[in-house]
């Protein structure tokens, strides 16, 4: 069985993802996936670096505007509704890119996890459903941060069951759920992945410019509509964009505070995304510090090359 062609596109934060991938599908009649586990959510355009419908240049993008800010969102969702996607882009006739920096929500994909209740033991299912009864949800939601820090941040505390089975598979295999399906799986796709990094320091230049533009877009009057609409303790504004303003809103920090952490956090976001793609995935790398241009072309060259 000829496995089906998937192009991905992945980086640290304000590495250039999405012109990259914008300027791929132009060329190799492609349709693109938000492989971003924020760009989900209507309402937060700003904080979340959205690409606009100006910039999509007439490129589909899915995945982008599905949720409301008050639902949760999970690896397995998002799984689900990329592998739908994929299928529908090929059977017409195009090519399936996912864009994005959530490591764990592309890997997802690329690698099929199995998400199913296969492994399992119902003694140890039901000893975390008994500690959330006594204990509340937000507690049990916070054992995975020790054991499974990128589930503690891609799962809500309301998503009791997809906790539950977080720590259940940690406790029986010593293994995050997201770094693994239930058993090794092939790929059950023809993929290449691009990965786009650059020179530390211009990395961080651009990363404080962005959020300094960010400001001046109106993202203290974005957050401070989600914030007066009662999106206060709620996965999505937990994010990097929206917990240092929430910080001012509360009166905790001033703004200059809240903007300089932005920076920082978003700085150190970018270190941590480094880190796991390295670690985690299979990439050919792409240095974009210098002439951006020279090697968008290279990067063309070579998905020329996968998909032909």
């Known amino acids: 069985m000829v496995r089906k062609k998937l ?38 355009d700003i904080g979340t670096a959205k690409v606009s419908e100006e910039e999509m240049e007439g490129i589909p993008h899915y995945l982008i505007d599905i949720k409301e800010p008050t639902e949760s969102f999970s690896v397995a969702e998002f799984q689900e509704l990329a592998k739908k996607k994929i299928m529908d882009i090929t059977h017409r006739g195009r090519t399936p890119f996912i864009v994005g920096g959530t490591g764990l929500y592309v890997n997802s994909v690329i690698h099929d996890y199995d998400f199913s209740e296969s492994v399992g033991d119902p003694s140890l299912r039901l000893k975390y459903e008994r500690f959330a009864e006594e204990h509340g949800k937000e507690s049990l939601h916070y054992l995975l941060k020790e054991v499974d820090p990128e589930s503690f941040k891609a799962l809500h505390p309301n998503n009791v069951r997809r ?6 598979v940690y406790e029986l295999t010593g293994q995050r759920i ?18 786009l990094t650059m020179d530390r320091d211009e990395l961080y230049k651009r990363i ?84 951006r241009k020279k090697k968008l072309e290279e990067i063309h060259q070579f998905v020329e090359g996968k998909l032909f």
Not at 16 to 32: C, D, N, R, V, Y
Not at 163 to 168: D, G, P, Q, S
Request: with cysteine; hydrophobic share 35%.
């Open 178 to 195: 997201g770094e693994r399906p239930d058993q090794p799986l092939e790929s059950p796709y023809d993929t290449t992945v691009i990965g």
């Open 7 to 44: 192009v991905v596109i992945v980086g640290p934060t304000a590495v250039g993802k999405t012109a990259t991938g914008i300027s791929l599908a132009k060329s190799f009649q492609g349709e693109i996936i938000s492989g971003d586990s924020m760009q989900i959510y209507r309402g937060m």
């Open 208 to 291: 404080n410019y962005r959020v300094d533009l960010m400001i001046e877009q109106g993202l203290l009057e974005e957050a401070r509509e989600l914030y007066h609409k009662g999106v206060i303790n709620c996965q999505s504004v937990q994010a990097i964009g929206y917990k240092e303003i929430y910080s001012y809103l509360q009166g905790k920090i001033s703004l200059e505070e809240s903007i300089e952490m932005l920076k920082q956090n978003s700085r150190r976001y970018a270190k941590r995304q480094l880190t796991w793609f390295r670690n985690k995935m299979d990439i050919t790398w792409f240095d974009m510090t210098q002439n």
């Open 163 to 168: 906790v539950v089975r977080a720590l259940e």
